[in-house]
Nanobody, 115 residues
Framework: QGQVAESGGGLVQAGDSLRLSCRFTRTITSVFNSMDMGWYRQAPGKEREIVARITNGIIEYADSVKGRFTVSRDNSRKMLYLQMNNLNTEDTAVYYC???????WGQGTQVTVSS
């Protein structure tokens, strides 16, 4: 019921891929098109960290995911995506999407990578 809704997580083995989706549920298209946004993750016992963002059309990734993750957006569908390839156990976390600057946080989607 919040402003964002993440989906697509799951339990996978190391080396597998997942595609996460984020719907901005209460943002009209015209506003969505002008928004900066990104993906974050939080592993157990760790702080939430940003893993990928699109700001003013510029895409940036955390060093830990460069070459493996791809962030994209579909303005017509008001969706943000994160393609995650070659997952490893260090990627295990709850993944969140959000606007930059942040909306209230959604529930996230759990990604668990087994060795």
């Amino acid at each position: 019921q919040g402003q964002v809704a993440e989906s697509g997580g799951g339990l996978v083995q190391a080396g597998d891929s997942l595609r996460l989706s984020c719907r901005f549920t209460r943002t009209i298209t015209s506003v969505f098109n002008s928004m900066d946004m990104g993906w974050y993750r939080q592993a157990p016992g760790k702080e939430r960290e940003i893993v990928a963002r699109i700001t003013n059309g510029i895409i940036e990734y955390a060093d830990s995911v460069k070459g493996r993750f791809t962030v994209s957006r579909d303005n017509s569908r008001k969706m943000l995506y994160l393609q995650m390839n070659n997952l490893n156990t260090e990627d295990t976390a709850v993944y969140y999407c959000n606007r930059l600057p942040n909306f209230a946080w959604g529930q996230g989607t759990q990604v668990t990578v087994s060795s």
